[in-house]
């Protein structure tokens, strides 16, 4: 069998010679005489030659040979990204177990670890609010004020003259498993707070907890609000700084007491993760019973059902404490899920065995292997045994800022091979033992498992895990022939956002990230032109659950695109980070068959190729990059794209109507941030003449997405 050539640069005689003489109307345009007799043309061709020769020899470099070039040019190929999820543990043990950091969990055959260590009570929680509801007649002046304030914190339409009611709410208690029901709208509950149920598990002794450390699960709800109108609406900027959050504990009607929080990774509650809070040496309170109520603006917990009400052991409430000065109160999140005994994971697993890679030669260019290969960047920490004992070595990106007294070294993550400088740095010398004490390993798409996949504890003996939400955020290695094909643009760019093409690339390199389109962003105050140092980044997820035709981004999505961008763009330009706009579009279409050709065939293959060829992620689209933004939808192009089908003798009609309306269209045009969505697309195949079949009910006309730009320069 014979061995396939690597190609590094396809460019032939031919090529070459025709770029050269393309470049004389460039940087000689006088020179006019191109035919092969000029002497001039002799020597280009020459040239051409002699770079085809050289072309030859450097297509025949190994793979090693490839990645050292790469590496000078600062261009190698990205390691796998880790997905990431919360786990919640539980145990039966009265007095608890301790999770370290960096225990090893498993789904399947996918190995993960936690982040933190965590201390497991036996004892769950439940999130709750109270929900406001009007009943009954205002009694005085200040209640129908309280009424008036809860409504606005409701975000529900009132006026002092339609307020006649009293303040009620009914409990939302958050299920235990996120997808079992809609979110609690924090911002929307009478008293404009998050309550959090301890509950007992068995015959748990609360007393045990007092002065101890609780950690607390929340999944915020990230999902984007769906607003009608084909404007673009404003966004939320993303603080540099979380907003404050005041944890109190429940002491009795009235009373309650501040809590400590150790650690928060939810940053305030704007995006999930644990809160580490620190109970109160009294804890529990005497009197835990809350007081039946009914008005949503009293400071006490919310009425929950009888079968949580009797294993309640304490109230924890989250608010958001009051700014200073006339500042707006941050607003309270969406909270999907609460639990106990939470605490991050990774898809990563740390070696802690110490390796003896070797010793050193005195060489440059010193070079060995791991023994796990996917090494995380950052994580290895390496020694080696210099005269007078072992000395810790730094690791660092690049060896060519290093100086000779500088113990440096680079990591080659995707193999897994540790580097040492060359001549003029710092090296092992002869007879220097090289071990490496730790390092973390791992990464990959596999790492996002579904939610419930989490099941094992690696010697975790006595406690139970459980991932209650997916992990997600996990991306596969780049491989070396996609570092090649972007080297060019990857030296080019120096990991710095200048270019359309520029932020293009930067934001496909966020897992998760199937498509990026880079707009100047439009002046609301000056239609038709646009915002000076200004970017719009429009993205479209690789894949949507819930809208696989429409994939929209949620916003732990745009968030982590729009830091990832922020940290590479100059320091002048201000970047919003969007999803994009569908416009729902339902299609009847009547396709003549040729004979021979089977009918449901013909029908599924039209559909098929019309969804394709409105798709808008790659590699489908009418230039297999998705549908442009803002390109016009006709319907002579659609029929055009469906008679192509094979078995297809003639398209006899095709109607183009907006979804919800009976009017057939010939163009649709489309908005600046906009795609086609099929709302309903019905085929059928006979005769010509027959009626034009009426399409099915279709959602609503426009579904557009809240913009979420990062923090002001």
């Not at 940087?27 to 007799?37: L, Q, R, V």
């Not at 209650?468 to 030296?491: F, H, I, K, M, N």
């Amino acid at each position: 069998m014979p061995l396939i050539r690597p190609i590094l640069d396809d460019r032939s005689y031919e090529d070459l010679r025709r770029e050269l003489i393309d470049r004389i109307r460039v940087y000689a345009p006088e020179w006019t005489d191109h035919n092969e007799s000029d002497p001039g043309i002799a020597l280009l061709e020459l040239f051409a030659y002699l770079g085809e020769s050289v072309l030859f020899r450097l297509n025949q470099i190994p793979d090693a040979t490839k990645s050292a070039f790469l590496s000078l040019l600062g261009a190698e190929p990205r390691p796998a990204v880790p997905a990431g999820t919360l786990v919640a543990a539980s145990t039966t043990d009265p007095a608890g177990t301790q999770l370290l950091a960096r225990t090893g969990l498993r789904a399947g055959s996918v190995e993960f670890e936690t982040t933190d260590e965590v201390y497991v009570w036996p004892i769950g929680a439940a999130g709750a609010g109270k929900v406001v509801r009007v009943t009954g007649a205002a009694a005085s002046p200040e209640e129908r004020q309280r009424l008036l304030d809860a409504l606005r914190r409701a975000k529900l339409p009132s006026t002092a003259a339609d307020v006649q009611g009293s303040i009620a709410y009914e409990t939302t208690v958050l299920p235990d498993k996120p997808d079992g029901g809609g979110p609690l709208d924090a911002e929307a509950t009478a008293d404009h707070a998050l309550w959090v149920a301890l509950t007992r598990i068995r015959q748990t002794d609360p007393r045990l907890l007092g002065g101890q450390s609780v950690f607390l699960g929340i999944a915020v709800d990230d999902s984007l609000d769906e607003l009608q109108g084909p404007g673009l609406e404003p966004g939320l900027p993303f603080a540099a700084d979380p907003p404050g959050m005041r944890w109190q504990f429940w002491a009795g009607p009235g009373q309650f007491t501040d809590v400590t929080v150790l650690h928060d990774t939810t940053r305030g509650l704007t995006g999930t993760g644990v809160v580490q809070l620190e109970l109160p040496p009294d804890f529990p309170a005497p009197d835990r019973t809350a007081p039946d109520t009914t008005r949503g603006a009293e400071d006490d917990p919310p009425t929950v059902p009888a079968d949580l009400a009797r294993n309640v052991v304490a109230w924890l409430r989250a608010t958001r404490p009051l700014p200073p000065g006339d500042q707006p109160l941050p607003p309270m999140p969406r909270v999907r899920w609460v639990g106990a005994n939470a605490v991050d994971a990774e898809q990563t697993r740390t070696v802690t065995a110490a390796e003896l890679l070797g010793t050193g030669t005195g060489d440059a260019g010193q070079s060995y292997p791991l023994t796990k290969p996917g090494v995380i960047p950052g994580t290895v920490r390496l020694e080696v045994e210099e005269v007078g004992g072992w000395q810790t070595w730094q690791e660092v990106r690049e060896l060519s800022h290093s100086r000779e007294n500088d113990r440096h070294y680079r990591v080659e993550s995707v193999p897994g091979i540790i580097h040492f400088g060359g001549p003029n740095t710092r090296r092992p010398q002869i007879g220097d033992r090289i071990r490496v004490l730790s390092y973390r390993y791992g990464g990959g798409a596999a790492g996002n498992v579904a939610a419930e996949a989490i099941t094992a504890v690696v010697n975790g003996r006595g406690v139970k895990v459980r991932n209650p939400l997916p992990a997600r955020g996990g991306g596969e290695a780049q491989t070396l022939s996609a570092a090649l094909d972007e080297a060019t643009a990857t030296v080019h760019r120096r990991d710095r956002a200048v270019t359309p093409d520029d932020f293009r690339a930067l934001t496909l390199e966020v897992p998760g990230v199937g498509r990026a389109e880079p707009l100047p962003t439009p002046d609301p105050e000056h239609p038709g032109r646009t915002v000076a140092g200004a970017v719009t980044v429009v993205v479209f997820p690789t894949e949507d659950a819930r809208h696989p035709d429409a994939p929209l981004p949620d916003a732990g999505l745009l968030r982590r695109v729009a830091l990832y961008l922020d940290a590479r763009r100059l320091i002048t330009t201000r970047i919003a980070v969007v999803a994009p706009a569908y416009r729902n579009l339902t299609l009847a279409v009547r396709a003549v068959t040729r004979p021979g050709y089977q009918i449901d065939a013909v029908r599924r293959w039209v559909d098929l190729i019309l969804r394709q060829y409105l798709a808008p992620l790659p590699p489908y689209g009418p230039d297999g990059q998705g549908w442009p933004l803002g390109r016009t939808v006709r319907a002579a192009e659609l029929m055009a794209v469906a008679g192509q089908v094979e078995g297809v003798e003639y398209i006899d009609r095709l109607t183009l109507r907006l979804a919800g309306q009976s009017t057939a269209l010939s163009i649709v045009e489309l908005g600046p941030l906009e795609v086609p969505a099929i709302g309903a697309l019905e085929v059928t195949a006979g005769t010509s003449g027959a009626d034009d079949p009426a399409p099915a009910s279709p959602p609503p006309a426009t579904r557009h997405i809240v913009a979420y730009p990062p923090s002001e320069c």
